[in-house]
Nanobody, 123 residues
């Protein structure tokens, strides 16, 4: 049984930083694609960043240069370092895992999901 547990969310002021983590059980990160998504009420879940089995990365244009996705295969943990946070980054953040997502930024391409961690950025 695959279980993904996110942590690290919280409330920060604009310009601040947070680091999200996603610990996994029942799946080995080194064999999967892993991603971060976010969602605000009334909007679709959007892809934030993803990392492939070879360590290659993809980012949404809105977070390029500010967010960094990384993983520690030994700890089976995914990270999202978020710097220079903006109020528009406020959302529930989810991690996701799939063997080979058809399109990394499409939430429908991913199979396994965590419960989410909330990020609030105030101006």
């Amino acid at each position: 049984q695959v279980q993904l547990v996110e942590s690290g969310g919280g409330s920060v002021q604009a310009g601040g930083s947070l680091r999200l983590s996603c610990a996994a059980s029942g799946v080995t990160y080194s064999n999967y694609y892993i991603g971060w998504f976010r969602q605000v009420p009334g909007k679709e879940r959007e892809g934030v960043a993803a990392i492939g089995r070879d360590g290659s990365t993809n980012y949404a244009d809105s977070v390029k240069g500010r967010f960094t996705i990384s993983k520690d295969n030994a700890k089976n943990t995914l990270y999202l370092q978020m710097n220079s946070l903006k109020p528009e980054d406020t959302a529930m953040y989810y991690c996701a895992v799939d063997l080979r997502p058809a399109k990394w930024s499409n939430a429908g391409s991913w199979t396994y999901w965590g419960q989410g961690t909330r990020v609030t950025v105030s101006s």
